[in-house]
């Protein structure tokens, strides 16, 4: 009889550490909701060198702790060109979230005030 109190005991204590540690797993997903929205996002910079609004997007994507891919244009003109015709936008950088043309610089900056980076 007290080899099964024994079992209960121990049963309820390893449930009761489940639902705790359950409960703390909740909680610390909710302390940061855009953790696991971020690992989802594919952010792709097309840049050229020395550009100052590239180097500024970049600066924020990683100040936001955003991965990212940059693709160098600097002397690729037919790649600049498929985008020209793609997006209609002439300047770099072109931005893609999620293979969705965003813009350039500013349009990013404008994503981040409004909290929706």
């Known amino acids: ?6 079992m209960r005991t121990v049963i309820c204590l390893l449930s009761i550490i489940a639902l705790v540690f359950a409960g703390v797993k909740a909680w610390e997903s909710t302390k940061k909701p855009n953790s696991s929205m971020r690992e989802d996002l594919q952010v792709i910079l097309y840049v050229k060198e020395g550009c100052r609004y590239c180097m500024m ?9 955003i991965d990212y ?14 985008l020209v015709n793609q997006t209609g936008q002439t300047t770099v950088p072109y931005i893609f979230i999620n293979n969705k043309f965003i813009g350039g610089y500013k349009n990013l900056l404008d994503l981040k005030k409004k909290d929706e980076l």
């Open 69 to 82: 891919e940059a693709i160098d244009l600097s002397f690729d003109r037919e790649l600049q060109k498929k």
């Open 57 to 65: 997007a970049e600066e924020l994507l990683r100040e936001n702790n």
């Open 1 to 6: 009889m007290k080899k099964l109190n024994k």
